[in-house]
């Protein structure tokens, strides 16, 4: 899968390469810092003989981070999970309206989450809570999950709108990511089944 440039798509393409700009930023820097809160507490424990009493809840609070702005970015990456051997064997119009339906649906069930983990976030903010350890408001923590579940939503949505061009005969994936293997035997077994279906007609 090869990223083209996102000024071939107008508005959305910049809209998408600022996003994706953003959820890099986050996610580099979230994983570094994890290493280095990881790296200083374990030279604490055993170097100083004493930990860094907020390491623990410091990580809890980068994982939920990094999993939740890597989800927007797997998304608009293309490389989520998909269970799709009916659909790779279908021709290559009738995947391309699934994948309208597929990520539409998607982008609305992602959004109805979004507006869930709004909710109990302003709930948890109203009670006043604090995390243990480093005494910042608890809410600060699952903002993140509705970041990143909105942003799975858009991208999502970017998808569906990429695929309503019916007049370009790819499949994508993503706003920028083209519906291909990567492994080259399954790339050559799915040409092969796709030239069988054109001489058959």
Request: charged share 20%; no cysteine; proline share 2%.
């Amino acid at each position: 899968m090869n990223d083209e440039a996102p000024r071939q798509y107008g508005i959305l393409g910049k809209v998408d390469a600022l996003v994706g700009r953003v959820e890099v930023i986050i996610l580099s820097w979230g994983i570094i810092l994890m290493a280095a809160n990881t790296i200083a507490n374990v030279l604490g424990r055993y170097v100083f003989q004493q930990s860094i009493y907020f390491s623990e809840e410091l990580n809890e609070f980068l994982i939920v981070i990094v999993t939740f702005m890597g989800l927007g970015y797997a998304t608009r990456k293309g490389i989520h999970i998909r269970m799709s051997a009916i659909y790779d064997v279908l021709p290559k119009r009738i995947r391309k309206f699934l994948m309208i339906i597929i990520t539409a649906t998607t982008a609305v069930m992602m959004a109805v989450l979004a507006w869930y983990a709004l909710e109990y976030v302003q709930k948890v903010a109203a009670r006043g809570r604090v995390t243990p350890a480093l005494q910042i408001p608890l809410y600060l923590t699952y903002i993140w999950v509705i970041v990143g579940l909105a942003l799975a939503s858009l991208q999502y949505l970017l998808t569906a709108i990429r695929n309503l061009d019916f007049s370009d005969e790819d499949v994508y994936v993503s706003y920028v990511e083209i519906d291909s293997y990567e492994d080259p035997m399954t790339a050559s077994a799915l040409e092969r089944a796709g030239a069988g279906e054109e001489e058959s007609k």
